[in-house]
């Protein structure tokens, strides 16, 4: 194994590197002088490869998305994209995208969020939220911190209740990661945001967050740092 692609005696790095001598035509069609139109005519007559084709294409057509003059259309054409969770050596291109889009893209991911399809999707939509500064989310993320509080205060915790993995238990410590997630990025983008009105949540959850036995402390420090931030703190 090479630390490098092409360096080492065969120029292996990983497992992909090696790939049947039946897909060469494939590979080479990526050398053509349009790889785009020789890839989606090889995927037509060979479609064992047309998952992996979209991916490329799915890339092509999120680079044109991108030169969307209008902030408004580019988030509107990079969502589906968004859902699709796309991404391209290892960069997400797609999120990136979003969020140059400003706070315009904010408020096309609030029905996102709200959608229970989409639930998977909450804690990064919360980050990014925070990212463009799209402040309009405070209410959402204060009901968000009020609703979660209740779920709290309602649970009968052990002592290992974050890992517990038996079968009768392990939907409810999906549900507990999740929403533990959730209360910690609403935190995080309520101090970004310093609105007067999330104090009293943030305490709240600063206080159900104290009686839990968790050695991980990091909501009740956001909450600390969620309240400083507040303006007259």
């Not at 649970?155 to 409810?172: A, F, I, M, P, T």
């Not at 909501?219 to 740092?225: L, M, N, R, T």
């Amino acid at each position: 194994m090479g630390d490098q692609p092409g360096a080492g005696d065969f120029g292996i790095v990983d497992p992909q590197d090696l790939q049947p001598l039946a897909l060469k035509d494939y590979f080479l069609a990526y050398l053509s002088d349009d790889p785009e139109k020789a890839v989606q005519h090889y995927a037509a007559v060979h479609p064992e490869v047309a998952e992996r084709v979209q991916r490329y294409l799915d890339h092509l057509q999120v680079q044109r998305i991108l030169q969307t003059r209008y902030p408004a259309t580019r988030a509107d054409q990079l969502l589906p994209y968004y859902f699709k969770r796309t991404t391209w050596d290892l960069k997400n291109e797609v999120r990136d995208g979003l969020v140059a889009c400003g706070a315009v893209a904010g408020g096309k991911l609030v029905p996102i969020f709200r959608d229970p399809q989409h639930r998977d999707l909450r804690q990064d939509i919360i980050l990014l939220w925070s990212e463009v500064k799209y402040a309009d989310a405070a209410p959402i993320l204060i009901d968000l911190l009020s609703e979660h509080d209740q779920f709290w205060a309602a649970q009968v915790l052990d002592k290992d209740w974050w890992n517990s993995n038996s079968s009768s238990e392990s939907d409810l410590t999906r549900q507990r990661r999740q929403n533990y997630g959730e209360v910690y990025y609403a935190v995080c983008a309520l101090r970004a945001f310093r609105d007067p009105k999330a104090k009293e949540v943030i305490e709240r959850t600063k206080q159900r967050w104290e009686t839990i036995d968790f050695e991980n402390k990091q909501i009740v420090e956001a909450c600390d740092a969620a309240l400083k931030a507040l303006p007259g703190e």
